[in-house]
């Protein structure tokens, strides 16, 4: 599959926001005292809502690590391809 310089930096990008945004939310989720059985932040045992919360910001972790590399390993085939063009010539 060709992927086009301009789609490989956006992936990029989509994997740069999400490791900018979702970290983030797990501080917020962290410090919710609904994520915790005590009502207290870090006392008790964890609810449904942080785990359920836990386990969405890993998947999106996930995905967006691998969109990110698929978008830095479609720059470096851009840029290899373009180096190989250039030697051509």
């Known amino acids: 599959m060709v992927l086009s310089r ?3 930096f956006f992936l990029v990008g989509v994997g740069v926001w999400t490791w900018a945004i979702w970290p983030r939310f797990a501080v917020a ?3 919710d005292p609904r994520a ?3 009502g207290t932040v870090g ?3 964890g609810t449904a809502f942080l785990w359920i919360h836990a386990l ?4 999106s ?8 590399v698929l978008g830095v390993r479609g ?3 851009q840029r290899r391809a373009r180096g190989r063009s250039d030697q051509a010539v």
């Open 36 to 38: 915790w059985s005590t």
């Open 29 to 31: 989720i962290w410090n």
């Open 43 to 45: 006392e008790g045992g």
């Open 6 to 8: 301009g789609w490989a």
């Open 61 to 68: 972790l996930t995905i967006g690590t691998a969109v990110g």
């Open 75 to 77: 720059v470096l085939a």
């Open 56 to 59: 969405l910001i890993a998947a």
